[in-house]
């Protein structure tokens, strides 16, 4: 494609490069621990009925007074949502103190009237010293509020990709996120502060879609500066970094346990992001599509300068970019919006797979990776686990896509996925190893697929509507999201019901992408009749002999890597 040469002219791979495409990812390990930072704010600790008013004020040890107060479960634990309506003394007696282990049996007999926990509930707060889950007592009655909380946030990052794909098409990625940067600072802190949970929720519904405005337009302002021979790595390195991002929650949680102060360390970065912000340089490819090429050109030239080619970007002109693009700019003319998505056969085709793989993708990895305290681990040590996984599954895929092509890689992973899913089904709840080691592999493999996603799709889509198309399979990710916690609701009625879903959804969406086409050494296309022609296998001679190039050029590079 014409801006290729241009790039090429001005330095594809060179100081300016590597310095704006390492800020940008700085960021992305934050969006990771706001998007998991539920795992740890939301944390639901065990806990039980207050004793009553009269025996919390007597001379009564704790333990006497919970004996005489809460009553057992099955399992032997006090239950968490009911205690007796009246004390039973009869409990502390002799017989009844030695054999308190069988207060069921002790009580079968008796007619022992159970209430509510109408003075609150005591909190053993092991992992955390609070959460909101404590502070404003979301539990029993309550409990629901908990995934609402997720919920809300994730109908932020759908509201987001929706706003902010639209938006950065028509102003710009650089301005888009400024703004983005500077509403997650805002929005980050004001939940740190929130002194109820609906305003609370009000301000985590800001951040997501801050985080929608930051992950979409750091993507394309990396991408859309690239040559296509290093696209490969630098997006698995951007996945890399949303990987750290993991590892770096864990280690923020394990010092800092007060809901209010880690939701804080993790948002008051932004505001150092936003200022680094205004350095980036706006993408010239965009300005270009979008009938700007003035400042297009002072972009390449400013880039070439940076780059030690100063001589090189002063060829330049406007003469230059009209011979080198001509063809993208003639189709640049008008308006688009999410609607070109859908109005040609390849570009219709293309969104709806796509519109599948995200959805399921999503939907799966957050159904595993939102519900960490089922696996029975030490919650810190299951997320590093989880986080850990992502650097060999992201090996895996990046020399997968290298080698196989993009779509080979899609189709495998979310197909082995969903096998490691179902998989669960056939082991004992019992098992809680062998359970964790298949989640964690299913885990890995679905990171794999979020990490050949967001290279594909922006492979797949053309830059005069590439952002209207990454909102609009952000949006499907975050509808998958959104539903993912409801889906864990399912297994009070049908234990099995959730391991199902999350499974039988990526084989489905598995099947789709073979519907996609290749893009593996393909040049990015500019405008809407470059994916049409690519579709329908018009593409020029030009075009195929530079993309076995760029195909080989990406092979070397990748053994002189490995």
């Known amino acids: 494609m014409g801006f290729g040469e241009l790039l090429e002219q001005v330095g594809s791979t060179g100081r300016f490069q590597i310095l704006q495409t390492t800020l940008l990812c700085i960021p992305v390990m934050l969006y990771a621990s706001h998007n998991l930072l539920q795992n740890f704010v939301v944390l639901v600790p065990p806990h039980f009925c207050n004793a009553h008013t009269n025996l919390s004020q007597s001379q009564m040890s704790a333990e006497e007074a919970l004996l005489v107060t809460v009553p057992l479960d099955q399992t032997g634990k006090p239950e968490r949502c009911l205690h007796y309506a009246a004390p039973q003394w009869h409990l502390l007696t002799k017989n009844g103190s030695s054999s308190s282990g069988k207060e069921g049996d002790t009580n079968a007999g008796l007619d022992v009237d159970l209430q509510g926990c109408s003075d609150g509930w005591t909190y053993n707060m092991t992992h955390m010293k609070s959460t909101i889950i404590s502070e404003w ?115 923020i949680a394990y010092f800092i346990r007060d809901w209010r102060w880690l939701t804080l360390a993790v948002s008051l970065p932004f505001f ?130 290298s080698y196989f092509g993009r779509r080979t890689s899609q189709c495998g992973a979310l197909i082995i996925a969903g096998i490691t899913v179902l998989i669960n089904l056939l082991i004992p709840y019992d098992k809680q190893i062998a359970r964790t080691c298949m989640a964690v592999l299913g885990k890995g493999c679905l990171a794999a697929s979020f990490n050949c996603c967001y290279l594909y799709s922006g492979e797949l889509f053309p830059t005069i509507i590439r952002q209207n198309g990454m909102g609009w399979v952000c949006m499907m990710a975050r509808m998958g999201a959104m539903v993912a916690p409801m889906v864990l609701l399912t297994a009070d009625y049908l234990p099995w019901l959730p391991d199902l879903i999350y499974g039988g959804a990526p084989i489905l969406s598995g099947i789709a992408a073979i519907f996609l086409p290749e893009t593996l050494g393909s040049p990015l296309p500019d405008t809407i009749q470059d994916v049409e022609d ?19 050029t990406q092979a070397d590079l990748l053994k002189q890597t490995a």
């Open 137 to 251: 007592n979301l539990v029993c009655d309550q409990r629901s509020l908990k995934q609402m909380g997720q919920t809300v946030y994730m109908g932020g990052v759908l509201l987001g990709a929706v706003i902010f794909g639209g938006l950065s098409d028509r102003y710009g990625r650089r301005i888009l996120l400024l703004i983005s940067n500077l509403l997650m600072a805002v929005s980050g802190t004001c939940a740190a502060f929130s002194t109820t949970f609906p305003l609370f929720c009000l301000s985590r519904f800001g951040c997501g879609m801050a985080m929608s405005g930051v992950g979409l337009n750091t993507f394309s302002l990396i991408v859309e500066w690239i040559p296509t021979s290093v696209r490969t790595m630098v997006g698995t390195t951007t996945g890399y970094c949303y990987t750290v991002g993991q590892l770096l929650l864990a280690l």
């Open 272 to 401: 150092v992001f936003f200022l680094i912000a205004w350095w980036f340089h706006e993408s010239s490819r965009w300005l270009v599509m979008s009938n700007n090429p003035e400042q297009a050109i002072k972009n390449l030239k400013s880039v070439a300068k940076f780059n030690g080619r100063k001589e090189e970007g002063e060829k330049i002109d406007m003469k230059r970019l009209q011979e080198t693009m001509k063809k993208e700019m003639s189709c640049s003319q008008g308006t688009h919006s999410v609607l070109d998505l859908f109005r040609t056969p390849t570009m219709r085709r293309m969104t709806i797979c796509l519109s599948a793989v995200w959805l399921s993708t999503s939907f799966a990895y957050y159904g595993l990776a939102m519900d960490l305290q089922k696996f029975g681990v030490d919650l810190y040590l299951i997320q590093v686990i989880f986080g850990v996984v992502d650097i060999p599954a992201k090996v895996v895929v990046v020399i997968s896509m």
């Open 534 to 552: 690519r579709g329908t296998g018009r593409s020029s001679k030009a075009s195929r002999k530079e993309a076995i190039i760029l195909q080989d």
